[in-house]
């Protein structure tokens, strides 16, 4: 709708007032009318138009805190700890363009600083809190930030892993500076006035293929997306939100964004496992949950009551596209309204994309009555200009033929800060390269098949690790993670064969070899690679997950890099096919064979 038309509608709108803390539908259609709204202003523009500045919004769920022990924020509570920060950075001295680390693991706060610093058109640097001191000092160097606030835990270990770098203009315990009184004056002008191009925050990626890397997103385009979910995410008088999402990553920023403009309460949680969330489902009662597909699957392991779901309408998931298996367990749940009554089941936002896409940019709906799986991610959003399949030499593929997925979209980040090089190469023929193997079908529905970084080369061609553990969460719902990889083949060096590290649900007591050969059976019943070895992995050698819950796929591929090159399993539980047992004993033969022949020799 042209902004003169939604104008002229605005002026025919009767005001209306959909809760206490939520906003009426004139309100909405005014913040979505308005040009300058962007993410450095959101507030803001919130402010103007909230209809009761006092009514209760977000609520800080503590670790290991119940319903008790909630600490609640309004807007008016948003607008003085604000300004408060505000006040407290402009007197370090932090100015327009300066970066500033924030590492803390308390979600509110990390908000809170992400609103401060763009007031003084500063650049926040979020951190996730899992991420290394150490890795983060390296990180924060290279973005030469000026300062950091970090939780007083970690203080220490950071700045020794600075001490190669230059030195921070200021540091502070996140502690120590929520008890500090207000400092000194506010700039002259405040807040900030953004324009389109202006960083507005330097977000990290998840480190699946390495250091993390530093995607810059602008006030225009980081807000993109986000518009017409003004008017679409679900915010209803009795609707709530359970934010999954870690606060410090961008998607959990976009969601708290999201909750103040259309005042929906919302839940914050500072952990993303299953059991916790869970539990807190089972009191808050949210319409709304939003996490990586890593929560919803520890969730549903340990056997999520249906009644701590009873009020859920959407799920709503990003980064990695979901399995099947965990979508159609979730969308039996919670209810939906059908012909003006509840039905039951709910539905199911599941949405592709990455730090750099600004927002999931290819999104899937599921319900109790749909049945677009086999990892179909859907269709672009609307705000994607073009999306398009491409092969190694940047020529356009047609439909199924799999490749590399690309996307032409105003939301794309505005690069990775300092990296021109990393940057120019994300790009091919005006498109940027999301990462990942797919096809788009005749109906201009896209799959998602792997991470370009994880396609194992076999004897036999390439093999997608995503869409065989598609096929082991359906054939064994014991099994609440798993990273198929590729390690060496004994048979082809140069090649590599599939195996899968395996998480199992606490108390399981099936072996490797059980679980192997159910797999197997499985994915020959698909028509797909069957698996060389599976180990189950726990203990020192869980598999290891990136610093937002993503399987770093990498460090399993190194760790089992030479599993069936030996029978030395390390007391692991391991289980090969007969096939690589054979192998084995074979090359275990032609090493001990010289040396026999050269002990008789000596005889």
């Known amino acids: 709708m042209k902004l003169r038309s939604l104008q002229r509608y605005l002026a025919s709108v009767p005001r209306m007032h959909f809760g206490r803390s939520h906003r009426g539908l004139r309100a909405r259609l005014e913040l979505l009318a308005t040009r300058q709204l962007g993410a450095g202003d959101f507030l803001w523009h919130a402010l103007e138009r909230g209809?009761?500045?006092?009514?209760?919004?977000?609520?800080?769920?503590?670790?290991?805190?119940?319903?008790?022990?909630?600490?609640?924020?309004?807007?008016?509570?948003?607008?003085?700890?604000?300004?408060?920060?505000?006040?407290?950075?402009?007197?370090?001295?932090?100015?327009?363009?300066?970066?500033?680390?924030?590492?803390?693991?308390?979600g509110?706060?990390?908000?809170?600083?992400?609103?401060?610093?763009?007031?003084?058109?500063?650049?926040?640097?979020?951190?996730?809190?899992?991420?290394?001191?150490?890795?983060?000092?390296?990180?924060?160097?290279?973005?030469?930030?000026?300062?950091?606030?970090?939780?007083?835990?970690?203080?220490?270990?950071?700045?020794?892993?600075?001490?190669?770098?230059r030195p921070f203009r200021f540091t502070a315990s996140q502690e120590a500076m929520h008890a500090a009184p207000p400092a000194g004056p506010l700039p002259g002008v405040y807040p900030y006035r953004h324009g389109d191009r202006d960083p507005v925050l330097i977000s990290h990626s998840s480190g699946t293929t390495g250091m993390p890397k530093a995607a810059t997103f602008g006030h225009r385009q980081f807000f993109a997306g986000k518009r017409p979910r003004i008017m679409t995410l679900p915010s209803g008088p009795d609707d709530k939100m359970l934010l999954a999402f870690p606060a410090s990553h961008s998607s959990g920023y976009s969601y708290m964004m999201m909750a103040t403009l259309i005042g929906l309460p919302t839940l914050v949680m500072e952990s993303q496992d299953g059991a916790t969330v869970a539990e807190a489902m089972r009191w808050w009662k949210p319409s709304v949950v939003t996490g990586f597909p890593i929560t919803f699957t520890e969730m549903l392991a340990l056997g999520l009551e249906p009644s701590a779901a009873s009020n859920v309408t959407t799920w709503i998931s990003t980064a990695d596209a979901s399995h099947e298996a965990h979508v159609r367990e979730l969308v039996r749940l919670g209810r939906h309204r059908e012909n003006g009554s509840w039905r039951p089941g709910s539905h199911y936002l599941d949405g592709l994309g990455a730090s750099e896409m600004g927002m999931a940019l290819f999104l899937n709906i599921h319900g109790p009555k749909t049945n677009a799986y086999n990892r179909c991610v859907g269709y672009p959003e609307p705000i994607v200009e073009d999306a398009v399949v491409f092969d190694e030499d940047g020529r356009e593929l047609g439909p199924n033929q799999v490749g590399y997925l690309a996307v032409h979209t105003p939301t794309v980040t505005l690069g990775y800060w300092g990296n021109h090089e990393l940057t120019h190469k994300s790009i091919r023929n005006g498109y940027w390269l999301t990462g990942d193997i797919g096809y788009k079908d005749d109906k201009g529905r896209f799959y998602h098949y792997d991470r370009t970084t994880d396609v194992i080369t076999t004897r036999r061609g390439p093999v997608y690790s995503l869409t065989l553990e598609?096929?082991?969460?359906?054939?064994?719902?014991?099994?609440?993670?798993?990273?198929?990889?590729?390690?060496?083949?004994?048979?082809?060096?140069?090649?590599?064969?599939?195996?899968?590290?395996?998480?199992?649900?606490?108390?399981?007591?099936?072996?490797a070899e059980e679980l192997l050969t159910r797999i197997n059976r499985a994915l020959r019943a698909a028509g797909k690679h069957e698996l060389a070895a599976t180990v189950i992995s726990k203990g020192d050698t869980k598999i290891p997950l990136g610093v937002t819950g993503k399987v770093l796929k990498r460090e399993v591929r190194a760790q089992f890099a030479q599993l069936l090159l030996t029978d030395e399993d390390g007391g692991l539980d391991v289980a090969r096919t007969r096939t690589e047992q054979s192998i084995l004993r074979e090359l275990s033969a032609s090493v001990e064979t010289p040396q026999e022949e050269r002990a008789t020799s000596a005889a």
């Open 470 to 511: 598609e096929e082991i969460f359906k054939a064994c719902r014991a099994v609440v993670d798993c990273a198929v990889v590729g390690v060496v083949d004994p048979v082809e060096p140069t090649s590599f064969a599939p195996i899968a590290a395996l998480r199992l649900i606490d108390g399981s007591d099936l072996t």
């Open 108 to 165: 509110m706060a990390s908000f809170v600083h992400f609103l401060a610093l763009n007031s003084l058109g500063a650049i926040p640097a979020v951190i996730n809190p899992n991420m290394v001191p150490d890795t983060a000092a390296k990180y924060l160097s290279r973005l030469d930030a000026v300062g950091v606030v970090v939780d007083a835990d970690k203080l220490g270990p950071l700045l020794n892993g600075m001490a190669d770098a």
């Open 51 to 106: 209809q009761d500045h006092d009514a209760p919004l977000f609520h800080h769920l503590p670790p290991g805190g119940g319903p008790d022990d909630l600490v609640v924020y309004s807007l008016a509570t948003l607008r003085d700890q604000t300004e408060r920060y505000a006040r407290w950075y402009h007197n370090a001295g932090v100015t327009h363009g300066d970066r500033v680390g924030v590492f803390t693991r308390n």
